[in-house]
T-cell receptor
Framework: AQSVTQLDSQVPVFEEAPVELRCNYS??????LFWYVQYPNQGLQLLLKYLSGSTLVKGINGFEAEFNKSQTSFHLRKPSVHISDTAEYFC???????????FGAGTTVTVRA | DAGVTQSPTHLIKTRGQQVTLRCSPKSGHDTVSWYQQALGQGPQFIFQ???????QRGNFPDRFSGHQFPNYSSELNVNALLLGDSALYLC?????????????FGPGTRLLVL
């Protein structure tokens, strides 16, 4: 079975500052990794995903994430946040022999002016 | 191109009742997954439907059942509702090619059980 731990439940950040959201996973088989964003009262939107190849993945809205197999991590970063980045962020994992997504508990990002 | 749609958006039921939630997948998608998201938590996988069959199931009791129709739309049924079933129910659609395929989520149905 796979599991995901998001190390920060809440991250307050000032506008135009950088942000990093930490995600660790565990799995006995190879995995695919995803970051989703959920704006208030909405469903989840894919930010980016890692399937294979380059460990640095670029996504939408200026986000990027780095896959580190030895540390079983997939941290999400943005160099300069906007007020509109205020949302809940979920890290998710799917095993290569599986169909479901397993999600972390989420990180609430609050961007202040 | 319409994305994933779900109905209704909100629902209030009482304990012991039954509920049916509906989902229409994104155009071109043939696989539908259902997730339960309790307040303050990440989504939990309920089950996935492909070719009108339940392909994989999460750790949910038999009170949770589903169906997929020939047009790929899907229903989630929950019987004998409990207070703990109050949650946001998310439907996601994808192509059937495998775990690497992106799952596209609908806006969800918020269920409140009183």
């Amino acid at each position: 079975a796979q599991s995901v731990t998001q190390l920060d439940s809440q991250v307050p950040v000032f506008e135009e500052a950088p942000v990093e959201l930490r995600c660790n996973y565990s799995s006995s088989v190879s995995v695919y990794l995803f970051w989703y964003v959920q704006y208030p009262n909405q469903g989840l939107q894919l930010l980016l995903k890692y399937l294979s190849g380059s460990t640095l993945v670029k996504g939408i809205n200026g986000f990027e994430a780095e896959f580190n197999k030895s540390q079983t991590s997939f941290h999400l970063r943005k160099p300069s946040v906007h007020i509109s980045d205020t949302a809940e962020y979920f890290c998710a994992v799917s095993a290569s022999n599986d169909y479901k997504l397993s999600f972390g508990a989420g990180t609430t990002v609050t961007v202040r002016a | 191109d319409a994305g994933v749609t779900q109905s209704p958006t909100h629902l209030i039921k009482t304990r012991g009742q039954q509920v049916t939630l509906r989902c229409s997948p994104k155009s071109g998608h043939d696989t539908v997954s259902w997730y339960q998201q309790a307040l303050g938590q990440g989504p939990q996988f309920i089950f996935q439907y492909y070719e009108e069959e339940e392909r994989q199931r999460g750790n949910f009791p038999d009170r949770f059942s589903g169906h997929q129709f020939p047009n790929y739309s899907s229903e989630l049924n929950v019987n004998a509702l409990l207070l703990g079933d109050s949650a946001l129910y998310l439907c996601a659609s994808s192509l059937a090619l495998g775990a690497q395929e992106t799952q596209y989520f609908g806006p969800g149905t918020r269920l409140l059980v009183l």
